[in-house]
């Protein structure tokens, strides 16, 4: 999965809600829709690389996340999560471990992307755990202090749950998380740690939002 091939991909544009926009993909090989989410974002870019390396609160904005912990975390941007996401009664928790790096996608341009290490972990029986999960956030600032954000995930959850209800909902998971990150951003008693480390791997030319 390449910034390229994600941004011109064959999107067929769904619904337009609260600014943000969601389009879905057919996946070959799966009958699992994958999703884009996009979102114009009046933030700096290294205000919005804080929040995602503030993995102690993803469960302030990350939809249906019922917990979260590090697994590993390199000298480079490169970390392993384990997410377990919130499912309707009588499914199990869906438990997702995924390994996510920090690169650059080109004009002061960053992604996000992630894919599954199923096999990170014993399985725990109290979770179903994905086998297949691949994702990516892309961060393209404009120049003048907003960010467009996209985000683009393609999830099996398992085959308890048919195809067809989990296309159902395909658009919860992008709206009402890119919806609860908006909010975020402009709560003025959050402000998370940038880390510093990362300018060690990438240049980050900080992008400070235009004021009224």
Do not use: C
């Amino acid at each position: 999965m390449d910034v390229a091939s994600i941004l011109n991909g064959n999107w067929e544009f769904r619904v337009e809600h609260k600014g943000i926009r969601i389009y879905s993909s057919k996946v070959s090989g799966s009958d699992i829709y994958g999703f884009k989410g996009e979102i114009e974002l009046q933030v700096s870019l290294k205000k919005l690389i804080s929040i995602f390396y503030d993995m102690a609160n993803f469960s302030r904005w990350v939809h249906q996340l019922a917990e979260m912990d590090v697994l590993e975390k390199n000298d480079d941007p490169e970390y392993v999560v384990r997410q377990v996401i919130n499912t309707p009664w009588p499914l199990q928790q869906r438990e997702v471990i995924m390994r996510s790096r920090l690169m650059s996608a080109g004009d002061n341009a960053l992604a996000i992307v992630m894919k599954e290490e199923p096999d990170y972990l014993p399985v725990n029986q109290k979770y179903h755990r994905v086998q297949h999960a691949t994702g990516m956030w892309i961060f393209t600032p404009d120049g003048h202090g907003v960010v467009h954000l996209t985000f683009v995930m393609h999830l099996d959850p398992g085959k308890d749950v048919p195809a067809p209800v989990s296309n159902a909902g395909l658009f919860e998971v992008p709206f009402y998380t890119l919806n609860n990150l908006k909010a975020l951003i402009v709560d003025r008693s959050y402000n998370p740690t940038y880390p510093e480390e990362i300018d060690q791997h990438l240049s980050i030319v900080e992008d400070v939002p235009d004021t009224p």
